[in-house]
């Protein structure tokens, strides 16, 4: 096979970038080691910045998610016991953002690709990259029992911080930058209705809590947990109480359980790779960042690195190289400033029990300087809803 751009991963960095490029008349394919149905079954975030709405309404993939996606205008933010709503859209121009699930977004990218017929190859076995740093890099993988090689122009690892793109770069080529926090998130995925109309961050000192939803029936719930925890010890009643003391008492109240129908334990870390680029191989996604849930921020990075690199890309193919040698450059100040916010959101609401009772009361007093001043707000929210794209 012989195609301009080989992408490696179909989870939304990888369905984006086909997208796009695809769209522009790009020939592209993506290989994907696992499943459909296993790329579908991974449970993710769900709260989109505006410009990642944009994005879908611009390449087209936006029909469900209007339909269906719930704008938000702000978060609240829960400490001493009492709920203190932080307004995004009034403090930061006008911009939103979207509750729509990570998973509805692939679903939507995968059918759309499957309607324009661009190809996708699915459950490919021992993917392996080579020769990126020529003018001519390949790509092989087995395929029911069948050897293949793609020729192609440029490799894009979109295949997540486990893949084999960022893992087949010398070592002495990447520098990496990671921070390993001492906690995990429990989560619950349910078919109740949400407790609270918008996101709910709860600074407690039995630990973080996040009340956050998928829909107006379904709703997802966390609670900060031990690394050591195992979601077999978590029945879902010893969820719902733990979750219940860490809210205030009017959202304790309103609290409405059921059955979970996903219960899973994520540990949180930061990481960075660089530089994003090696020859002909570019990493974006996972592949090259890792940011801790807390600010919304890993999809929606995703998003950033292939507005980034599909502009430069269609440069490339234009005959201009510019954009591709700048891209790795352009994507990381975003990254460290999205790291950045992330870390002080986890610093900010989870309870370390390192940092004791000094820790605790410096929380406290940030908490109460964010509600009461309208500058320290507005930084909250122009990074929350997503800094301006820089072309």
Known sequence: MRVQVAIIGSGPAGLFLGQILSRAGIHTVIIEQRSKDYVLGRIRAGVLEQGTVDLLNEIGVNQRMNAEGMYHDGIELCFN???????????????RVMVYGQTEVTHDLMDAREAAGYETVYEAQNVSVHDFDTDHPKVRYLKDGVSHEVECDVIAGCDGFHGVCRASVP?????????????????????TPPVSDELIYSNHERGFALCSMRSATRSRYYVQCSLDDKVEQWSDEAFWNELRLRLDDEAAERLVTGPSIEKSIAPLRSFVAEPMRFGRLFLAGDAAHIVPPTGAKGLNLAVADVRYLSQALLQFFDGD??????????CLQRVWKAERFSWWMTSLMHKFPENGAFGHKIQQAELAYLIGSEAAATSLAENYVGLPFEA
Not at 81 to 95: F, M, N, P, T
Not at 171 to 191: C, H, K, M, N
Not at 321 to 330: C, L, P, V
Request: charged residues 25%; aromatic residues 10%; without cysteine.
């Open 321 to 330: 190289a510019n954009g591709i040698d700048t891209y790795s450059q352009k």
């Open 171 to 191: 070592q002495d080529a990447v520098q990496t930058y990671e921070r390993v926090y001492p906690f995990g998130w429990l989560g619950i995925l349910s078919d």
């Open 81 to 95: 016991g009492a709920r203190h709503r932080i307004d995004l859209k009034a403090l930061s121009g006008g911009k």
